[in-house]
């Protein structure tokens, strides 16, 4: 856990955290999430788009998928954890600690897009929800295509 969320927590630690939100919070996975990546992952092999690799070690930010030919970042944002302006929120609980961590988050993100973008790597950010409405979805598998065709 960072230095600036431990600040935030007495003794830098939760404290009285019951055993199901432990077990729920230390399920949620970091790659491979069936909400966001694994829906886009589907959504690009129905529309027949080849020439991605998942989670590039290689690049900041460990883009979600990256079209490495094109230059290509998609990240697909979870709206909670990336701070979704439409329907991101913070917890009632542990409140200071969760704005703390994805106003965070946040920051890093812009940071790391920064330095893609810089580096010539044009990036596409896809939020959660927008996986879930079809005419958002399809609108984003547009926008990529159109960009890998460039």
């Known amino acids: 856990m960072e230095r600036k969320l431990r600040k935030t927590l007495k003794g830098g630690k939760f404290k009285n955290v019951p055993a199901v939100r432990s077990k729920t919070m230390a399920a949620i996975r970091g790659k491979d999430n069936r ?4 829906c886009f992952r589907m959504a690009l092999v129905r529309e027949g788009i080849k020439g991605w ?5 290689d690049l900041v ?7 490495r030919k094109k230059h ?10 990336h701070g979704c302006p439409k329907c ?15 106003l965070r988050n ?12 810089r580096n010539g790597i044009k990036v596409i950010n896809i ?11 399809e609108l984003k598998i547009k926008m990529l295509k159109t960009a890998l065709r460039t």
């Open 88 to 102: 991101g929120h913070y917890p009632k609980t542990r409140s200071s600690f969760w704005k703390m961590k994805i």
């Open 53 to 57: 690799e998942t989670n590039a070690e």
């Open 127 to 137: 939020w959660e929800h927008s996986l879930k409405d079809p005419k958002r979805l």
């Open 61 to 67: 930010g460990k883009p979600d998928f990256f079209f």
């Open 72 to 81: 290509i970042a998609v990240f697909v944002d979870g709206c909670f954890w």
């Open 35 to 38: 909400t966001t990546e694994l």
């Open 106 to 117: 946040k920051e890093r993100d812009k940071k790391n897009r920064q330095r893609l973008r």
